[in-house]
């Protein structure tokens, strides 16, 4: 049974996300780098310096999670469809006359 979605759409997305996403990261590489200046601050106190932990840890992780979240739905968009559609889009789209 053929699917009613589109896998080229959602693979064509997919690449403008990933796209997007590899924009910001220079911004989020230098979030961590001034962040990791914030905490080199001499005589920091403990209740500045462990949230500026996290800001890292998050931004780090946010840089795990949405490689991770991309991948995860390129790997579900079946493989056939993504094939049967691109074939289809080559051909056009008129319909066989027989």
């Known amino acids: 049974m053929p699917i009613k979605w589109s896998a080229v759409k959602v693979r064509d997305k997919l690449d403008e996300i990933e796209e997007i996403f590899r924009s910001i990261q220079p911004t989020l590489w230098q979030i961590r780098e001034e962040v990791t200046e914030l905490r080199q601050i001499p005589n920091l106190p403990g209740y500045i310096g462990q949230p500026a932990t996290m800001i ?11 490689k991770g979240y991309v991948e995860r739905i390129r790997k579900l968009i079946p493989q056939d469809a993504l094939k049967e559609e691109r074939k289809a889009l080559e051909y056009g789209s008129q319909q066989p006359l027989i």
Not at 56 to 66: A, K, L, P
């Open 56 to 66: 890292t840890d998050r931004v780090e992780r946010f840089n795990e999670y949405m």
